[in-house]
């Protein structure tokens, strides 16, 4: 298969290291040792992603949208520059400046690509926000970031309504889809209407604010992490080895069921696919294993990143994998839980000669870890090994120093300093950055542990994380939720072990007086729960309690919680 070039131009250039596909590699370990970081002073991610492939190769697709409501199914870069400049023109006619915080709330759709590029090239920071949040969860980032602007996907617009009035900042609202506008709201396309398609987008330092992107970490209200341009160069290495298996063809076509308002699917797959000129497949509808086979005989593609939970669905449609032909997919990868010896035997038998790679990172830094079979680095039960340009360490929980023999369970740790996929600092919150970045290493609040030759082992949440589905999700977020209920005087969330997605949150509620437990009233709670919070973070089990257990101090025991689960159980 035909491999091309990258394009250069004047303000960006092609910056070598980050093509290892052109190169011949003798081990894992030599491509390691020469890796060095070449980070610009000035990088724009618009610039690279965009601009320099529809300025030499306008007709190139860029995106393959699956059941495009306006029809045209394929868009270019040429397309998406147009579109990128015009509503740039139109931001900064309403008043967005650089600095400015843009929010993106829009799921795989063009539309959601071309607001985030907009943003950047005005020199303002996007905001993905997920179409599956509730109005506290939605009031409550588009209020933290502060947000002038903001782009609202039909599925999401009630929910949106529902808290405007409380939004203190907002001045612009743009809709997508088929939305019949309030006050104050235009739609997405009208408003580029009478705009130039000539907009020149501005210098911004590799330092410069790109993203935040809000996780719920695990105590407290949710982080708002900080990324700078840089954060595309910190993924390519990853990306090159893991995620693009060191190779790079005109045949190439990537793809995520994640959504492009979170760090897995804009982060991992769509931004570095465009950094190199592939295309990405955008489909909204629900998941479903067996659909996923027609999507990559469809659209022929080679490359997918998809969490186990996801693959796990894909396994049980047997007759669906028979019946298309699945014979272009060349890499799979995964993360968010540990890949089992079952998922990874059953891809290596329905996608022929595919490689299968798991993989290691978080909101904070992502893409740190991960396999490269073409340089045998994989190993059963392993993640894999540090990326090029990553240091990775295990250090004591305790310490936060790297004096964790091999073997031994520590906190996995990032060297932080001078590392571009790590944040910067979360947003307005100083002290939880301090907590999160000591001695120089980024502390995931993960334990692992490492062997001799470098390969990470995943062992558990150092807190009280709840993985679900790929989803991190903060058991405090939803315990204040459901306190938000007449009904509930007290409430307890933990994970519990689920067989199709890793884990789910289960709530142990104490009632206030006056209410009795039932049936309804816990599908009741459970409703409350999705309607403000994103809904999977609903807790799909419920259980009434007469006492919650708590230290002195008044914190939940959510190991006595654990116990009282497995007891049940």
Known sequence: MPTYDVPEAPDAPKLE??????????SYEQLVDSFEWEIPE?????????????????????????????GQGEYTFGEIQAAANRLANYLEEEGVERGDRIGVNVPQKPEAVVGHLAAWKLGAVSVPLSTLFGPDALRYRLNDCSATACIIDESTVDVYRSVRDEIDDLTTALTVGDVDQNDGEVDFWAAQEGHSEEFETRTTA?????????????????????????MLLGHLPLFSSWFMNL?????????????WTWMGGLGIVVLPAMFYGVPTVGWNEQFDGKDVFELIETYEITNYWIPPTALRMMMEEKEAAERHDVSSVRAITSGGESLGKTIVDWVKETFEGAAIHEGYGQT????VVGGCEPLDAV???????????????????????????????????IWYENNPVCLKEYWNKPEKTDAKVQNGWLLTEDLG??????????VSRKDDVIISSGYRIGPEEIEDSLAGHEAVADAGIIGVPDDKRGEVPKAYVKLSEGYESSESLAEELQQHVKERLAKYEYPRQLEFIDELPKTATGKIRRADLEKKHEESS
Not at 17 to 26: A, G, K, L
Not at 449 to 458: A, H, I, S, T, V
């Open 206 to 230: 590799s330092d410069d604010d790109l993203t935040i992107f809000y996780t719920s970490g695990t105590t407290g209200e949710p982080k708002g992490v900080r990324h700078a341009h840089r």
């Open 17 to 26: 290291t980050y093509h290892f596909h052109e190169q011949d590699w003798d």
């Open 379 to 413: 190993r059963q039960g392993k993640i894999g090994k540090a990326a090029p340009g990553q240091e990775v360490q295990i250090l004591d929980p305790d310490t936060a120093e790297p004096t964790v023999e091999p073997g031994e369970v520590g906190e996995i740790g």
């Open 449 to 458: 542990k490492m062997d001799e030759d470098g390969y990470l082992e995943f």
């Open 247 to 259: 190779e790079l063809t005109d045949d190439d076509v990537y793809w995520t069921p994640a959504s």
């Open 364 to 367: 904070e830094a992502n893409m």
């Open 42 to 70: 000035e990088f724009n991610v618009a610039t690279y992603i965009c601009d320099r492939w529809a300025e030499a190769e306008p007709d190139r697709v860029a995106l393959h949208i699956k059941d495009d409501p306006r």
